[in-house]
């Protein structure tokens, strides 16, 4: 018997701030303090990248960061001990912003009772066609001023 | 002391090996490989005395290269760093031969606290 995914958990945003802010803490920041919620009105991101990684399953489940290429080569740049003016190539920024889309899916996957297994991280310049998903989150942290977009999608 | 470190995130592989060094592992001489299949080839080739492998890889997978050595009867000790922590995985990788699974993300001291009692 396939016993399906349950999502229920990460109806709430609380367990993946927490998933962010660990990640942000430890392998990016290297202190506390830096990824709280976005406060007031959602963003415009400007020139967005879309990163996302899947979960298998009876429902396939998506979790998708969003932010905009300035932010991703911060971050990118943080990863990577970069100086702060330094070029980002587009390869590193894709593997950057792609593991941190990574951690934060493993981790979700984690939480969740009979979760698939987890697909390698996608990067896009375009938001990718979710129009007959099922929103089970959508949020903006804010990480030192900059905005990220935080979703978890149901595709089946 | 000879390691591969394997994971399909060159971010992730300097990530872990700067961990490593910030850990105390500076002494330690780390070899890269970029997915299970080429850390296959590479353990094969440059018997490491330590192997830190990624879980989810293209080409193969973390536990698939564990499982491959073990069948070749290579019984070189074997970790995992990955993105998921859940008991089942780490049942999974215990009852395949893994010493231990460290969950991303990390810090040095979770490194030295999982990996000194094996290398003592």
């Known amino acids: 018997m396939t016993i399906p995914a349950t999502w229920e958990p990460l109806s709430a945003v609380d367990p993946v701030l927490t998933i962010a802010q660990d990640l942000f803490t430890t392998m990016i920041d290297g202190e506390p303090g830096h990824l709280n919620p976005w406060a007031g009105a959602d963003p415009d991101l400007e020139d967005p990248r879309y990163t996302w990684v899947d979960v298998n399953g009876p429902v396939v489940t998506r979790v998708m960061l969003t932010a905009s290429r300035v932010t991703g080569e911060r971050l990118t740049r943080a990863l990577l001990g970069m100086d702060t003016v330094e070029y980002v190539c587009d390869a590193d920024f894709a593997d950057a912003v792609g593991e941190i889309a990574n951690v934060v899916g493993g981790n979700v996957k984690s939480l969740v009772t009979n979760p698939g297994a987890l697909t390698l991280p996608v990067v896009t310049h375009e938001r990718p066609d979710m129009d007959t998903a099922t929103c089970l989150l959508e949020t903006y942290f804010g990480w030192r001023g900059a905005p990220l977009g935080v979703g978890l999608w149901a595709l089946t | ?120």
């Open chain 2, 1 to 120: 002391m000879k390691v591969v470190v394997a994971d399909d995130s060159r971010v992730m592989r300097q990530i872990v090996i700067r961990t490593l060094r910030q850990a105390g592992y500076d002494w330690w001489e780390i070899e890269e490989a970029e997915d299970g299949a080429v850390a296959l080839e590479k353990i094969r080739a440059s018997q490491p005395d330590f192997v830190l492998s990624d879980w989810n890889m293209p080409e193969m997978t973390g536990i698939d290269l564990l499982r491959s050595l073990r069948r070749e009867g290579n019984e070189t000790p074997f970790a995992f760093v990955t993105s998921e922590g859940s008991a089942a995985m780490r049942q999974q990788a215990e009852q395949a031969g893994a010493l231990f699974l460290i969950a991303k993300p990390f810090t040095a001291e979770i490194f030295r606290d999982t990996i000194d009692p094996f290398i003592a």
